[in-house]
């Protein structure tokens, strides 16, 4: 079981993949439940500009992708 995410900042324009596979057969289920979760006071930045990601749950939600791996 793993969490993948993509990030696709709005500030710089990059596009980032983090990909934390266990097995070569995967299966994705439903991440929407995390996003109910989201943390806005500490900084989740951006890996190339470093502008934070997370000032509400809406530019969170816009900006990252999450997959959990079943």
């Known amino acids: 079981m793993g969490l993948n995410y993509t990030i ?3 500030h710089c324009g990059s596009h980032t993949e ?3 596979t266990t097995n070569s057969r995967t299966r994705y ?7 109910d979760n ?3 006071e ?3 930045r951006c890996p190339v500009c470093r502008s934070k990601l997370n000032t509400s749950r ?3 939600l816009r900006q990252v992708k999450i997959e959990v791996e079943a």
């Open 8 to 10: 696709d900042c709005c």
């Open 18 to 20: 983090f990909r934390a």
């Open 29 to 35: 289920v439903d991440a929407s439940h995390l996003a």
């Open 38 to 40: 989201i943390d806005t």
């Open 42 to 44: 500490c900084a989740i």
């Open 58 to 60: 809406t530019d969170f």
